[in-house]
């Protein structure tokens, strides 16, 4: 399966973007779907996850409600929706796949088997 990132861009604090994940090659219902992003000079984080039904988790600290995760299976796309963002938010963005169908959500990395090559998110301050 390849999965494609977009929606990135170069934006001012308080912003918003919408991040989209487009999967090709496999047929995404089935797999919890996730957003990571990693920042120059720190380790990959967490942000959000989404299952097969539909059931949401989110690295609270970090986002704290600002971010919602979506999924449209019919277009096979994952979603991103970031609002008020800030500049420690300055990443890059990365969606993944599950390893396995009908899993709950994951937050960890080594439980995505897919990845995407990211999308440059830049906050100004």
């Known amino acids: 399966v390849r999965l494609q990132e977009s929606g990135g861009g170069l934006v001012e604090a308080g912003d918003s973007l919408n991040l989209s994940c487009v999967a090709s090659?496999?047929?995404?219902?089935?797999?919890?779907m996730g957003w990571f992003r990693q920042a120059p000079g720190k380790e990959p984080e967490f942000v959000a996850s989404?299952?097969?039904?539909?059931?949401?988790?989110y690295n609270v600290e970090s986002v704290k409600g600002r971010f919602t995760i979506s999924r449209d299976d019919a277009k096979n796309t994952v979603y991103l929706q970031m609002n008020s963002l800030k500049p420690e938010d300055t990443a890059v963005y990365y969606c993944?796949?599950?390893?396995?169908?009908?899993?709950?959500?994951?937050?960890?990395?080594?439980?995505?088997?897919?990845w995407g090559q990211g999308t440059q998110v830049t906050v100004s301050s």
């Open positions: 993944a796949a599950d390893r396995s169908m009908y899993r709950g959500s994951q937050a960890k990395e080594n439980e995505y088997g897919y």
């Open positions: 090659g496999r047929a995404l219902i089935g797999y919890a």
């Open positions: 989404i299952n097969w039904s539909g059931g949401r988790l």
